[in-house]
């Protein structure tokens, strides 16, 4: 399909480097720069291939089938077009009385089944659930690409504006859906929330593992390459840094367990800490080992708190911009004065760890991260690994 991806610009600008410093070795020049030239033409367009894996989705559906609740629950298709006149699939599930809809979608190797049984406990609680799945996976119409993500939930919040008119649309997505619900507000007109899960920078995430995997040093020369190559083919509509920046006027939840495998808790942290809205950040009490990248189905007092926040912002006696729930003030000391470690066992000591959590300042704009760190003090279960954060 055709996208707006220009010829990766960080490969071109690693080519004029090794070129400068291969000056004083004439018979190497030639080979390294066509060694380099291969690597950006074999991975261009290589982060949707890394990222989304609409295959393995498709295998493991026979496991998930929508919840048999006759006469609880209607069922009902919703087809819609995206930007590329792709038609996709989504699936709304409602009861009688419902107010307001919360669009969910999965990680990168979930069908739309495997996504209503994960956020299975939404359902019964006053708002509707639309259940979709991107570009690609299912049944849904083209090939799975990062290019499209953004797009294929505009066109459901879309799809909704126009079936239920003043209505209030909130967001929930795991992991690689993050990246399309954090950057879905410069795209659109209004969301009254978002709630993500395993959150993440696409743009970021090459570089980001590969100082994680230090013990590969002497790769690096090759390495170095092919992340810049990644990087260069996410699209810049999903550089979440960029998109969580340019607005501050939608409460968030972030959900991340600090040993997740898959996507680096530090990051959620960051990401976090660089949006000036109003703000929440949970961490699970009872984790899903040994990934620790999808907790939801575990942990019922976050659920319980996902639930609440869902029924606040899309309700429509919901006025205020601040994150409503059952937190209580345990210090003020900042984040940047503080180490993660620290902070964890701290709060764990507490037996107290719940949640970490940016207050309104009452104009409208969330402090900055650690201004304020909350938690519940009911909390029955710290998990021993926070301790290694």
């Given at each position: 399909?055709?996208?707006?991806?220009?010829?990766?610009?960080?490969?071109?600008?690693?080519?004029?480097?090794?070129?400068?410093?291969a000056s004083k070795r004439?018979?190497?020049?030639?080979?390294?720069?066509?060694?380099?030239?291969?690597?950006?033409?074999?991975?261009?367009?290589?982060?949707?291939?890394?990222?989304?894996?609409?295959?393995?989705?498709?295998?493991?559906?026979?496991?998930?089938?929508?919840?048999?609740?006759?006469?609880?629950?209607?069922?009902?298709?919703?087809?819609?077009?995206?930007?590329?006149?792709?038609?996709?699939?989504?699936?709304?599930?409602?009861?009688?009385?419902?107010v307001g809809t919360v669009?969910?979608?999965?990680?990168?190797?979930?069908?739309?089944?495997?996504?209503?049984?994960?956020?299975?406990?939404?359902?019964?609680?006053?708002?509707?659930?639309?259940?979709?799945?991107?570009?690609?996976?299912?049944?849904?119409?083209?090939?799975?690409?990062?290019?499209?993500?953004?797009?294929?939930?505009?066109?459901?919040?879309?799809?909704?504006?126009?079936?239920?008119?003043?209505?209030?649309?909130?967001?929930?997505?795991?992991?690689?859906?993050?990246?399309?619900?954090?950057?879905?507000?410069?795209?659109?007109?209004?969301?009254?929330?978002?709630?993500?899960?395993?959150?993440?920078?696409?743009?970021?995430?090459?570089?980001?593992?590969?100082?994680?995997?230090?013990?590969?040093?002497?790769?690096?020369?090759?390495?170095?390459?092919?992340?810049?190559?990644?990087?260069?083919?996410?699209?810049?509509?999903?550089?979440?840094?960029?998109?969580?920046?340019?607005?501050?006027?939608?409460?968030?939840?972030?959900?991340?367990?600090?040993?997740?495998?898959?996507?680096?808790?530090?990051?959620?942290?960051?990401?976090?800490?660089?949006?000036?809205?109003?703000?929440?950040?949970?961490?699970?009490?009872?984790?899903?080992?040994?990934?620790?990248?999808?907790?939801?189905?575990?942990?019922?007092?976050?659920?319980?708190?996902?639930?609440?926040?869902?029924?606040?912002?899309?309700?429509?006696?919901?006025?205020?911009?601040?994150?409503?729930?059952?937190?209580?003030?345990?210090?003020?000391?900042?984040?940047?004065?503080?180490?993660?470690?620290?902070?964890?066992?701290?709060?764990?000591?507490?037996?107290?760890?719940?949640?970490?959590?940016?207050?309104?300042?009452?104009n409208g704009r969330g402090?900055?991260?650690?201004?304020?760190?909350?938690?519940?003090?009911?909390?029955?279960?710290?998990?021993?690994?926070?301790?290694?954060?």
């Amino acid at each position: 399909m055709a996208t707006n991806f220009r010829a990766p610009y960080p490969g071109t600008m690693l080519i004029a480097l090794i070129q400068q410093s291969a000056s004083k070795r004439p018979a190497c020049k030639c080979g390294i720069v066509l060694l380099v030239a291969a690597l950006v033409a074999l991975l261009s367009g290589c982060a949707s291939r890394l990222m989304l894996y609409p295959e393995l989705a498709r295998s493991m559906d026979v496991f998930y089938q929508p919840p048999a609740a006759p006469g609880r629950y209607r069922l009902q298709a919703i087809t819609v077009s995206n930007d590329s006149g792709h038609e996709l699939r989504g699936l709304l599930v409602e009861s009688e009385g419902d107010v307001g809809t919360v669009i969910v979608s999965g990680g990168n190797a979930m069908s739309r089944h495997h996504t209503l049984e994960y956020y299975s406990f939404l359902l019964g609680h006053g708002f509707r659930v639309l259940v979709i799945s991107f570009q690609g996976y299912d049944d849904n119409e083209g090939r799975a690409d990062l290019h499209s993500l953004v797009g294929d939930v505009a066109a459901f919040h879309a799809d909704l504006q126009s079936r239920y008119p003043g209505e209030r649309i909130a967001y929930s997505g795991h992991s690689i859906s993050s990246a399309a619900g954090l950057c879905l507000p410069p795209r659109i007109e209004k969301l009254a929330a978002i709630m993500v899960e395993g959150a993440f920078n696409p743009k970021a995430i090459a570089y980001t593992k590969l100082k994680q995997a230090w013990y590969l040093w002497p790769l690096f020369p090759v390495l170095l390459p092919a992340a810049l190559v990644v990087s260069a083919t996410v699209p810049h509509t999903l550089d979440v840094t960029d998109c969580i920046n340019s607005y501050d006027d939608i409460p968030i939840i972030f959900v991340h367990h600090p040993n997740d495998r898959v996507t680096p808790y530090r990051q959620a942290l960051d990401l976090f800490g660089q949006y000036r809205g109003s703000k929440q950040f949970i961490v699970p009490r009872r984790a899903n080992p040994p990934h620790y990248h999808a907790n939801l189905g575990h942990d019922a007092n976050t659920q319980k708190i996902i639930i609440q926040f869902l029924q606040t912002y899309l309700s429509a006696r919901s006025q205020s911009s601040q994150i409503a729930g059952n937190l209580i003030v345990s210090g003020k000391k900042s984040l940047e004065q503080e180490s993660f470690r620290q902070i964890i066992q701290k709060l764990s000591a507490e037996n107290s760890l719940t949640a970490l959590r940016s207050c309104s300042d009452g104009n409208g704009r969330g402090r900055r991260v650690g201004d304020w760190y909350e938690s519940v003090r009911d909390s029955r279960m710290i998990d021993p690994a926070f301790q290694n954060v």
